[in-house]
């Protein structure tokens, strides 16, 4: 099958070996001056609008080993531009290949809002949000799935305190690429200590500019 193993730092199978991604839609209309995938597709030459492969669809059910993966590392499942028909094929492949296979589905967009119509999601899916704070109360209330917070880049103090949202895992890193800005450390201690509060495991990207310790945590893996 075409999903390639990732060198995404927290995609990784039970074990902690590196899991997967698949991208049977790519591209976003979010703009983002920080984001690699953009920056990959234009060094590449491809077109970064919204896109459906239809050749990538049933690449999970190729995969009969469980596996960790990783939805549409190359755009955003939910995004902006993307059809309500495009994300239904997508899920009722994940589906499939969770019931077939026991695939966990790691998903991570900029649109939560749009998680609750087309619920219910498959029941090893993760679902995450990046960071804004419109993104986090459209995660309040989701219901019997794993959710998570990725703050990467990290760009101003979070305060999930007054949200009402209790993730089931928050990663944290910096911007990347030119001009890329490292947070405060403040604003990562703070949000370290929520999480601490809360009971959450934290993942510290190697891209942060960090002396203190180095947390590492995934919550599934052993």
Known sequence: DAMTRTRIEW????DGSAGSVWNPVTGCRHGCSWCWARRQAIR???????????????????????????????????GEGVPH??????LSRMEAAELAYGHRFVVLTKNPSRY????????????????????????????????????????????????GWRPDWIIIG??????????????????VKQADALGVPVFL???LAWEGERRREIPWVR
């Open 174 to 191: 910096a911007q990347t690429g030119p001009g890329a800005v490292q947070p405060r450390r403040e604003w990562v201690e703070d949000l």
């Open 11 to 14: 995609v990784r199978h039970d």
């Open 116 to 163: 609750r119509a087309f619920a219910p999601w498959p029941g090893t899916a993760w679902l995450g949000t990046s960071i804004t704070m419109t993104a986090i109360e459209a995660m309040c209330g989701l219901e019997r799935i794993k959710t998570f917070l990725s703050a990467e880049p990290l760009l101003g103090p979070v305060n999930l305190r007054a949200s």
């Open 44 to 78: 590449f030459g491809w077109r970064f609008e919204p896109t459906l492969h239809e050749d990538r669809l049933d690449e999970p059910l190729r995969r009969r080993k469980a596996t960790t993966i990783l939805v549409s590392s190359m755009g955003d499942l939910l």
């Open 85 to 90: 028909s495009w994300i239904g094929r997508v």
């Open 205 to 207: 990207k190697d891209n």
